[in-house]
């Protein structure tokens, strides 16, 4: 166990909170408006720290933005420490609290998406996801609505989900949303991601890959993959454009055969762990059946690096949608028509249900953590692939072991949506 204390100067503090945990430490970040430097710290001798303080600019004002770096802990090590103000050394500011992963250990992760309107019912959902407990949480993206603005980033995520974040590692992805501000620098300045080797530095932590125990999780940026539409899904039906966003294209991310970001997704697959469960997490959905509808080029581009890499995808997860929607499995590592979501009916089974992971991918979007209002229409039972839909804000949770997966969609009322357990 290591604790670590430091002293602090300072009135308005943002945070902490926990970024980037790997299985030999973690960052714990924090912000202030008057916020000193560590004036005093403390570490236990199995491990190390480092502090690093940087001047952000935050609207008009500029703040103090604290990085305390531990490193050097065994995996499965329960990391905790206080925030102290210098004239007290009983009573801690705030507190943080993080667990290095297990390579032998199961998870369990949380997972919620396009959240960040400070919406009643974003706050009201908040007050579910800040007691539930996990060795990590994800976001689909639009972190902060209307464009990912920098101060906004104060009320509609560090204060809002404080307790979580204070213990609970945070892995994002990049929204639509997210983008509008200077082609997503504010996200980039907040969230400390994990930066993997070969991949340009212009694109550093707008896609990135890392393992959890049993799950190796892959996050990708799909924004230029907003406009790769095909006038017919796999699933026949027509593709309108009314709903394009815009996007900001000045580096090449698109999913396609000759990006960076593809070739790089290709190599990740083709190398992870043959004991891990794949998971892919996204902003646009490559399926979906309500007000965007499905990015049948984007399902595409990730049947076609599965087939290359010889791996199959066991989980993609999305947002983009305000609302949930889970797939029948459908797979995308084997050529002909057996990949085609047109193709996947429903078995006449009610939930909660098991299925052999070999069966499939499945096609999960999670977008429903608090936007100011849900998508319709409502998720169509009537589209072949779709096994489950609910038109409700809620989040995920995911119990993983190297065995099963059991994913869980529940409401901000706390009653269960969804429930699959998936085996191999």
């Not at 008057?34 to 199995?46: E, F, G, I, K, T």
């Not at 770096?69 to 499965?76: C, L």
């Not at 796999?234 to 090449?252: C, H, L, M």
């Not at 902003?283 to 979906?288: Q, R």
Request: one cysteine or more; glycine letters at 8%.
């Amino acid at each position: 166990m290591i604790c670590v204390f430091a002293a602090l100067l300072g009135a308005a503090m943002f945070g902490p909170y926990i970024q980037n945990v790997t299985d030999t430490g973690g960052l714990v970040v924090w912000e202030g408006e008057d916020l000193s430097p560590v004036v005093r710290a403390v570490v236990a001798p199995n491990g190390e720290f480092a502090l690093k303080a940087d001047t952000v600019r935050v609207g008009d004002d500029d703040r103090v933005r604290v990085r305390l770096a531990v490193r050097g802990v065994e995996p499965g090590s329960h990391v905790r420490g206080h925030l102290l103000d210098t004239d007290s050394t009983i009573v801690p500011l705030s507190s943080f609290s993080f667990t290095t992963p297990d390579p032998d250990a199961a998870v369990r992760f949380l997972y919620f998406g396009d959240s960040g309107s400070c919406s009643g019912t974003q706050r009201t959902l908040s007050r579910l996801i800040n007691k539930l407990d996990a060795d990590f949480a994800a976001h689909a993206g639009d972190v902060i609505y209307p464009s990912g603005e920098r101060k906004r980033y104060d009320e509609c995520f560090l204060a809002m989900y404080r307790p979580m974040l204070s213990r609970t590692p945070f892995f994002p992805v990049i929204g639509n949303h997210d983008i509008r501000t200077s082609d997503a620098a504010p996200y980039l300045e907040i969230f400390d991601l994990p930066i993997v080797k070969g991949i340009p530095e212009n694109h550093r932590e707008r896609y990135y890959s890392f393992r959890w125990g049993p799950i190796f999780w892959l996050a990708l940026d799909s924004n230029d993959a907003l406009e790769m539409r095909d006038t017919q899904c796999s699933d026949g039906r027509e593709v309108s454009d009314k709903n394009r966003y815009e996007t900001v294209k000045n580096i090449s991310l698109e999913l396609r055969e000759e990006s960076h970001q593809y070739r790089w997704l290709v190599k990740e697959l083709a190398s992870a762990p043959a004991e891990c469960w794949i998971v892919i997490n996204l902003h646009a959905p490559p399926l979906s059946t309500t007000y965007h509808e499905s990015y049948c080029g984007l399902y595409k581009a990730l049947q076609a690096a599965s087939l290359e890499a010889g791996r199959k995808i066991d989980i993609v997860i999305s947002g983009h949608e305000h609302d949930y929607q889970r797939s029948w499995p459908i797979r995308m590592d084997v050529p002909g028509d057996q990949n085609d979501p047109a193709s996947k009916k429903g078995r006449g089974e009610s939930w909660p249900m098991e299925f052999d992971a070999a069966e499939g991918t499945f096609f999960i979007v999670s977008g429903g953590g608090g936007g100011r209002k849900m998508f319709r229409p409502s998720p169509d039972e009537g589209v072949a692939w779709i096994a489950r839909g609910e038109k409700k804000n809620h989040v995920m949770q995911f119990f993983v072991d190297d065995r099963s997966i059991l994913l869980q969609s529940i409401d901000s009322r706390e009653v269960l949506l969804d429930q699959v357990r998936i085996v191999r």
